[in-house]
């Protein structure tokens, strides 16, 4: 089993959609959390972090669930401005509280939102 | 500005040969790592660093070396041993508290 998993899609939505995508992650010790973007033949980039308690950004609210590990974003008012790859990363911390180091990425999840 | 450098953006090798790519970073990031994209792919994790002059393994480090002597760099060498180079290789880095990576804007790598 991979360590965190994406539905690749692709998921094809109308302008002004709502759409959703899941991430789950294989190892109970994870700890961080965050969804990036990535448009073609670019590098990825931080959309948001995670948070135990669920957060918002504009049109983007993240999700957590660590009892069923995974997580979760939704994007409202989708424009076509939205459309690319989703990435999920997970991360953990040792017993010190500093980072192991390893960031882990899903797949990705292609999104693309037509006029 | 802060920021992630990697050099050079376009690269080709010949079959046989060694090749390095650079990352820099000025934002005094302890962690460092290196991962391959494929078309349609995820990124794969090579290598990490999370201190100078120590690095571990990741996922697909076979065919690829690294060093981390100074805090600020993390060059990759692509060796002659790695059968199919041809990728896309993201260098990022992180501070260890706050594990948010940084990318550099890649080097793509093309075997002719």
């Known amino acids: 089993r991979k360590e965190v998993e994406q539905d690749p899609g692709p998921f094809n939505v109308p302008e002004g959609a709502t759409v959703a995508f899941n991430c789950t992650y294989s190892?109970?010790?994870?700890?961080?959390f965050f969804w990036y973007r990535q448009d073609c033949r670019k590098e990825p980039k931080l959309l948001m972090s995670v948070y135990s308690s669920g957060n918002e950004d504009g049109r983007f609210t993240a999700q957590l669930n660590r009892a069923s590990q995974y997580i979760s974003l939704l994007i409202r008012d989708s424009k076509l401005s939205d459309s690319a790859t989703y990435l999920c990363?997970?991360?953990?911390?040792?017993?010190?509280?500093?980072?192991?180091?390893?960031?882990?990425f899903g797949q990705g999840t292609i999104l693309t939102v037509h006029p | 500005d802060g920021g992630i450098t990697q050099s050079p953006k376009y690269l080709f090798r010949k079959e046989g040969q060694n090749v390095t790519l650079s990352c820099e970073q000025n934002l005094n990031h302890d962690a460092m790592y290196w991962y391959r994209q494929d078309p349609g792919q995820g990124l794969r994790l090579i290598y990490y660093?999370?201190?100078?002059?120590?690095?571990q393994k990741g996922d697909i480090a076979e065919g690829y070396s690294v060093s981390r002597e100074k805090k600020e760099s993390f060059p990759l060498t692509v060796t002659s041993a790695q059968k199919n180079p041809t990728a896309f290789y993201l260098c990022?880095?992180?501070?260890?508290?706050?594990?948010?990576?940084?990318f550099g804007q890649g080097t793509r790598l093309t075997v002719v």
């Open positions: 660093s999370q201190i100078v002059n120590d690095f």
């Open positions: 190892n109970s010790a994870s700890q961080s």
């Open positions: 990022a880095s992180s501070a260890m508290r706050n594990t948010e990576a940084f």
């Open positions: 990363v997970v991360t953990f911390f040792n017993a010190g509280g500093t980072s192991y180091g390893k960031l882990t």
